[in-house]
T-cell receptor, first 113, second 117 residues
Framework: AQSVTQLGSHVSVSEGALVLLRCNYSSSVPPYLFWYVQYPNQGLQLLLKYTSAATLVKGINGFEAEFKKSETSFHLTKPSAHMSDAAEYFCAVVGGGADGLTFGKGTHLIIQP | GAVVSQHPSWVICKSGTSVKIECRSLDFQATTMFWYRQFPKQSLMLMATSNEGSKATYEQGVEKDKFLINHASLTLSTLTVTSAHPEDSSFYIC?????????????FGPGTRLTVL
């Protein structure tokens, strides 16, 4: 079975500061990994995905993530936080049951003015 | 990206009644649709996977007789919560994919908030 662990249910950063959201995965096969963002009472929007091509993946809204097999990690970063980045962020891996996504517990990103 | 809609966006019902939630892919044909459940301040949990014209595949612990899923066309899947109880109150989110594998990108609907009184 595959799983993801997101360290830190809440992360608070100042506007303009670096954003780092952590995700570690467990997988018996080469994983496909995803980061999604969820705004209040809305569905999920794909930020970026790793599909075994480049290990550094660039996504929307200035986010990027690096796949590190040796560390089984896929951390999400953004050089400079913006107030509009405040949301819930989910890391996910393919492999939940019949090809659905397995999600981490989520990290709530708070941006301090 | 592709657009997926859900209807209704929220619903309140009495205990013992049934509620139907629709998930539509508006601008692409969804070969596979997924239904997830999200409790407050928690992650999404996969409930079932449905392929057009086939019976849904349910995750372990999900009652197939309680959560009826129909994927009758390439643009519509429905989730019916039968004999709803307060513990069924949750945020239900569907996603749709144009492929048959989860390696194909899933596009998520905005969710349906169900409250059972």
């Amino acid at each position: 079975a595959q799983s993801v662990t997101q360290l830190g249910s809440h992360v608070s950063v100042s506007e303009g500061a670096l954003v780092l959201l952590r995700c570690n995965y467990s997988s018996s096969v080469p994983p496909y990994l995803f980061w999604y963002v969820q705004y209040p009472n809305q569905g999920l929007q794909l930020l970026l995905k790793y599909t075994s091509a480049a290990t550094l993946v660039k996504g929307i809204n200035g986010f990027e993530a690096e796949f590190k097999k040796s560390e089984t990690s896929f951390h999400l970063t953004k050089p400079s936080a913006h107030m509009s980045d405040a949301a819930e962020y989910f890391c996910a891996v393919v492999g939940g049951g019949a090809d659905g996504l397995t999600f981490g517990k989520g990290t709530h990103l708070i941006i301090q003015p | 990206g592709a657009v997926v809609s859900q209807h209704p966006s929220w619903v309140i019902c009495k205990s013992g009644t049934s509620v139907k939630i629709e998930c539509r892919s508006l601008d692409f044909q969804a070969t596979t649709m997924f239904w997830y459940r999200q409790f407050p301040k928690q992650s999404l949990m996969l409930m079932a996977t449905s392929n057009e014209g086939s019976k849904a595949t349910y995750e372990q612990g999900v009652e197939k007789d309680k959560f009826l899923i129909n994927h009758a066309s390439l643009t519509l899947s429905t989730l019916t919560v039968t004999s709803a109880h307060p513990e069924d109150s949750s945020f239900y989110i569907c996603s749709a994919s144009g492929g048959v594998s989860a390696y194909n990108e899933q596009f998520f609907g905005p969710g349906t908030r169900l409250t059972v009184l």
